[in-house]
């Protein structure tokens, strides 16, 4: 990507102001607006955020993260090149979150993250109308909401991104869910496009060598496919390039992950959720490494002014699963009237992948990084992981969301949550939602819930 962030943002604000001249309007909100993905940005923010602000809770005020502009300016232009991918002679893929991207950018190939693009839908509430729209084509409520969100806003050409930009092939990485693979079949037919399955088997225990082989010929016959369709060979050297700087960021973010392990946290896991997205979309760019240097000097300035996410914490609490998206705000409101904040969480550290060696033969590492991820491995490794956040961030409970439509990662919840009390003595919460669609999510149960969770919380510390 040579184009700048600041240049696409620049033109981007230019061509609004020449819309607005054009048309007159200035109450709709623009398309630099709506195609920004954060809290305090949402489209018509300035109504949303006088009603945000209404619902801080004044005896324990939130501390925005600065570095917020510059995330909105990233994702802004990142989405703005998605959308508009032949202006800078690009093709599209839509990459499945736990796909490997590296090779993409090596192939000068723009993502498009389908299940990123569900969490912007869930955090404008536009899931459920979607969803309902792919029911109403016969797919089941049963589903994973990011696939219905996907498939209904493709079928409509709704959502906060409008159309979506359509792929010029599909990859598909089984390493986080069996759901995946039937979603990418009905995309790939719907578009008429080739799909590459990516295929991960599941890690029960340890990850064993000829799992590794099998997965480095993945990465073999990936590349060919991507050569295929891409019409040039596969460069090794700007593959290098990339690795180098997906390793960096990769890095990067867990730094600015284990940030809250001092105390007061400087970050909380509700704004790990928002920070996620360049790990997710933008792994392997410059942009990048370049923001989460700046996220990341941000907050080492907060450690050392002893200045924490919330002005009070009293209670730290581990998260586990993917966040209730559309009603992110408000649970961080309820947490934080009582003083307890979320200092780290199973869904984002599952970006933080284990490192690899440059020195050793690329794919290798990548096989091992790309195969052992955090939804790809059995019970035992999740109880351990949530066991060590415990410790290692000093918490002081945990809150599991049982979430409806994601099976991968809510089966065995129950199991996880009576061996991780059973190991560290933490009390643990179950509340019921989906992640992005509110059909069946009960706001004031998982209030009262967590009210009187945090009154046991209390009484153990
Ligand atoms: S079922 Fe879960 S893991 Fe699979 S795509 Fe949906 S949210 Fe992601």
């Known amino acids: 990507m040579k184009t700048g962030v600041q240049e696409i943002c620049n033109y981007l604000k230019k061509l609004d102001s020449g819309l607005r ?30 009603k945000l602000m209404a619902t801080q809770p004044s005896n324990n005020p939130y501390r925005q993260i600065k570095s917020t502009t510059a995330y909105r300016r990233l994702m802004t232009a990142y989405y703005f090149m998605v959308k508009h991918p032949s202006w800078f002679g690009k093709k599209v893929a839509w990459i499945t979150s736990g796909g490997p991207v590296e090779h ?12 990123n693009y569900g969490a ?25 909401s990011y696939a219905l969100t996907d498939i209904g806003s493709s079928f409509t050409g709704k959502g906060p991104l409008g159309k979506l930009p359509r792929p010029d092939f599909l990859v598909c990485g089984n390493n986080i869910c069996g759901t995946v693979i039937k979603w990418y ?25 000829h799992t590794k082989d099998y997965v480095q010929n993945q990465m073999n016959e990936y590349i060919s496919f991507l050569e295929k369709q891409m019409k040039r060979p596969f460069s090794e050297t700007r593959f290098r390039e990339v690795c180098v700087r997906s390793f960096e960021t990769i890095t990067l973010w867990k730094e ?43 907050l080492e300035e907060r450690v050392k002014k002893g200045v924490g996410a919330f002005a009070r914490e009293e209670i730290r609490l581990i998260w586990d699963n993917i966040p209730i998206w559309y009603d992110i705000r408000n649970l961080s409101k309820i947490l934080s009237s009582q003083g307890a904040v979320l200092v780290a969480d199973t869904y984002t550290s599952a970006w933080a992948m284990d490192q690899v060696d440059l020195n050793q033969p690329l794919m290798d590492g990548l096989a091992r990084a790309y195969a052992t991820i955090h939804l790809n491995r059995g019970l035992d490794y999740k109880v351990q992981k949530m066991a060590s956040l415990i410790e290692t961030y ?10 409806r439509s994601c099976k991968p990662y809510s089966l065995g ?47 153990k510390k």
């Not at 950018?105 to 389908?114: D, H, K, N, R, S």
């Not at 869930?122 to 049963?142: I, M, Q």
């Not at 999510?441 to 009262?448: D, F, G, H, R, T």
């Open 120 to 144: 912007m839908c869930g955090a404008f509430r536009v899931s459920p109308s979607l969803c309902e729209a792919a029911e109403h084509k016969g797919y089941s409520h049963d589903l994973c």
């Open 394 to 403: 000093g918490a002081d409970g945990f809150i599991m969301h049982a979430n």
């Open 185 to 209: 079949e009905i995309q790939a037919r719907a578009f008429n496009v080739p799909v590459f399955f990516f295929d991960t088997p599941f890690i029960y225990d340890e990850f064993h060598q």
């Open 256 to 298: 600015i992950l284990a940030m809250p392990r001092h105390h007061p946290a400087p970050l909380a896991a509700f704004d790990a959720f928002i920070h996620m997205a360049p790990i997710v979309t933008l792994r392997g760019t410059t942009w990048a490494v370049r923001y989460y240097k700046k996220l990341k000097r941000e």
């Open 413 to 459: 919840q129950l199991d996880l949550k009576r061996e991780v009390t059973r190991l560290t003595g933490k009390p643990g919460l179950m509340i019921e939602a989906d992640h992005t669609d509110s059909r069946s999510y009960a706001p004031k149960q998982v209030e009262k819930q967590i009210e009187l969770f945090l009154e046991i919380v209390r009484t």
């Open 21 to 50: 001249r054009n048309d007159g309007n200035r109450t709709r909100g623009t398309f630099y607006e709506s195609i920004t993905f954060g809290f305090c940005h949402l489209k018509f923010d300035s109504q949303l955020k006088r």
């Open 104 to 115: 993409l950018y090596a192939m000068g190939v723009l993502p498009f993250y389908p299940e």
